[in-house]
């Protein structure tokens, strides 16, 4: 029988990376860092937790934050989308991360009925 893997923080790393012109390695500093790579790594965890389904503590882990930091951080990008233009973005990431998770997920399941 197949189980889901553990989300994978390297793909809303990315996508948020990318999406905000930043550095992917920039998202998972352990220093403080400017307003525009925290936001862009409120925008992967995000990702992370509601496009590929990680729980608030498997976050946490992956990006090294605590857990009320990454409420925090979901709660910030929620607030964001109330912009029309905003959400339009971030529901494009969600689809595409949410369609790799599942060709991830097909192409697993494939390997383990050989």
Request: aromatic share 6%; proline share 5%; hydrophobic share 50%.
């Amino acid at each position: 029988m197949f189980s889901r893997p553990e989300p994978i923080p390297g793909l809303s790393a990315a996508a948020a990376a990318a999406a905000q012109a930043m550095p992917f390695a920039e998202l998972f500093s352990a220093r403080r860092c400017r307003p525009s790579v925290a936001r862009a790594r409120q925008l992967a965890v995000y990702l992370h937790h509601v496009a590929l389904g990680a729980s608030v503590s498997a976050c946490a882990r992956a990006f090294a934050r605590d857990r009320a930091t990454i409420r925090h951080a979901c709660a910030t990008i929620e607030d964001l989308r109330d912009d029309p233009l905003f959400d339009a973005g971030a529901a494009r990431l969600e689809s595409a991360l949410a369609a790799q998770r599942d060709m991830i997920c097909d192409l697993l399941e494939q390997g383990s009925a050989r």
